[in-house]
């Protein structure tokens, strides 16, 4: 049974940092590309982060691209998002995706 638990969010000042980890279970871990989703509240969930088997190719959106940092631990089943530098318009419940599988999520909450 594929299980996504994210953890790591919580409420931070503008400017500041956030790592967010996804520990993942019940699937072949390393052949799998793996994202981070956000959702705010009343918009659509969108796609912040992917990245490739053997971290070969990596994807950000344009709004995180420079202050966001995808990786991957194979030998850990895991997957981070490392946040800096960051805005209130960041603040969103934040989803980690493999295939049609998806976590609870974990809530960010970013200040003025």
């Known amino acids: 049974q594929v299980q996504l638990v994210e953890c790591g969010g919580a409420l931070v000042q503008s400017g500041g940092s956030l790592n967010l980890t996804c520990a993942t279970a019940g699937f072949q871990f390393s052949i799998y590309y793996i994202g981070w989703f956000r959702q705010a509240l009343g918009k659509e969930r969108e796609l912040v982060a992917s990245?490739?088997?053997?971290?070969?190719?990596?994807d950000l959106a344009d709004s995180v691209k420079g202050r966001f940092t995808i990786s991957r631990d194979d030998t850990k089943n895991t997957i981070y998002l490392q946040m800096n530098n960051l805005k209130p318009e960041d603040t969103a419940e934040y989803y980690c995706?493999?295939?049609?599988?998806w976590g609870l999520g974990t809530l960010v909450t970013v200040s003025p």
């Open positions: 990245i490739s088997p053997e971290s070969t190719n990596i």
């Open positions: 995706r493999v295939g049609e599988h």
